[in-house]
């Protein structure tokens, strides 16, 4: 299966998540594109921008926002093949600036592709065998839900 993930970071927090998420995926034997869309745009996929899966990634800007590159991202995703139906959003957050804000690009991001998918929502940075296994646990349900989706249950992790 072809993975696009794409994420944006400002101090590194969804970088480390979305590399854990990067090697559970290839663990599985999927062949996955990496967009880190701070810098890169859709391009960097390749040149088809078609892929069975997308896993979008951001931190969470003022005020619950969506950072702007993320949103050019997904601008250019969804000029290029739509909106997927295979989608699932991933980010950090901090709970310190309100529980309304915390992780909203995550929630944004998911409720823009009306995606059916749990999201996962990471405090601050990926700490220990905790969030660690809470990142494998939720990429092995996103690639069990693509891959069989009879046998996944979707309520099964709770962001």
């Not at 999927?30 to 745009?41: C, K, L, M, T, Y």
């Not at 909203?104 to 592709?113: D, E, L, M």
């Not at 220990?128 to 099964?156: K, M």
């Amino acid at each position: 299966m072809r993975v696009l993930i794409a994420f944006a970071s400002l101090s590194g927090n969804t970088r480390d998540v979305a590399r854990m998420v990067r090697a559970r995926c290839e663990q599985r034997g999927h062949a996955v594109s990496w967009v880190e869309a701070d810098i890169e745009g859709l391009a960097a996929a390749g040149p088809d921008p078609r892929h069975d899966l997308y896993l979008l990634g951001a931190w969470t800007d003022n005020a619950g926002r969506t950072p702007a590159e993320m949103k050019r991202f997904i601008a250019e995703l969804v000029g290029a093949v739509g909106k997927p139906a295979a989608l699932a959003a991933f980010g950090t957050g901090e709970t310190q600036w309100g529980e309304a804000y915390y992780c909203g690009a995550v929630r944004r991001i998911a409720r823009f592709f009306d995606s059916p998918l749990p999201r996962l929502e990471i405090e601050q940075m990926p700490h220990g065998e905790r969030d660690a296994h809470r990142i494998r646990e939720w990429t092995d349900l996103i690639l069990n839900s693509i891959e069989s989706p009879r046998h996944a249950d979707p309520a099964r992790v709770v962001a």
